[in-house]
């Protein structure tokens, strides 16, 4: 039986960028190489796209970039290809099964790449269009699990030129509705980009205004006292399960990018240390959440328990989770009893189960009479 052709896409225009890459290099390792045949895309800061040659880089040489040409992809439904394009010219063309997209943040797990796959006719693993671009900006993303009834601290959301306009109705609001301590986030990046806890009224407009580097868009919320970080991570399409429950103890005064990829000293615990009703309430909000956004695959649910009274919030969700060999996604699977390369297996056959459920909706309204 010929392999299945799977494309890893990472690298990106985003800030996680870097991130990225320790994703991708991971996932590479682990997967079933004997069943699958692995195309590594390079999306380089610029956002172009290139084939890449990974032998070295695997063993922590540099990545070898094919640099004098580029891919582009061919948005044609019926005959899905990649064309390798150099001086106008097609070198060759790449035709794939499934693709893994391992990027994370902006201009990867917001949706964009989703919609480009969709219309190309390719699976992907994780969530749909929507699951991916309402699962990313924090600020519609709460408005949603709201709507659900799920659990979340209180929070405004504003945009750049608001706060840039009037600065005093935003501190306004924050002052009334919020409090402090609270978290000054961007709304549309992950690991812990663009975020600042702000502890007094002194701190609030740097805050925000280091926030607004990274988006048009900002979220305050109410932070949690004396919080238990937890996370959940979730796999599946229709009938999606959760995992067992791991827990983040930064060494910082929160679990910021610092504290998760720079510097050494963050524990995790997996499986977490919660009594058997927290533990099943918990898996039972990460599914629900999952089903709210319209996710689909995969997807990590992060949530915060006051430690004192135990009242339970859902923080995000992140639908493109980080795949490092210390990442939360993949330990909790692990503990769970599900280890990395069966994970990704798992992860890459429900991508095809989707797109070939996808196929089974009609596409015409003639036959049905709906056109009459």
Known sequence: MSKIKVGIIFGGRSVEHEVSLLSA?????????????????????????????ISEWLNDGELDVHIESFLTPSLNYEN????????????????????????????????????MLELMGIPFVGASVLGSS???????????????SLP?????????????????TIRDKVLGSIGFPCFVKSADLGSSVGISKVSSDAGLNSAIDSSCQFSNRIL????VSNPREIEISVLGNENPVASLPGEILPHRDFYDYTAKYLEEGTGLIAPAELDEDMNIKLRELAVKAF???DCSGMGR??????????????????TIPGFTQISMYPKLWEVSGINFTELITKLIQFAIDRKNEKLKLRTDIEETGLGN
Request: charged share 30%; aromatic share 12%.
């Open 25 to 53: 290099k991971s996932i590479i390792k682990n997967i079933d190489s004997d069943f699958y045949d692995i195309h590594p895309i390079f999306i380089d800061k610029n956002g172009l796209w290139h084939k890449v040659e």
């Open 80 to 115: 899905p290809v990649f064309f390798e394009i150099s001086d106008s010219k097609v070198l060759d063309e790449l035709k794939l099964d499934a693709v893994f997209p391992v990027l994370h943040g902006t201009y990867g797990e917001d949706g964009t790449i989703q919609g």
């Open 134 to 148: 309402v699962g990313m900006d924090k600020i519609i993303m709460k408005a949603v699990l709201k709507e659900a």
């Open 152 to 168: 979340v601290v209180p929070y405004i959301g504003f945009y750049k030129y608001e706060w840039e306009s009037d600065k005093e």
């Open 220 to 223: 305050v919320e109410k932070a």
């Open 291 to 293: 089903k709210a956004l």
């Open 301 to 318: 649910v992060d949530f915060l328990i006051n430690a004192d009274t135990k009242e339970i919030f859902v923080g995000e969700i992140n």
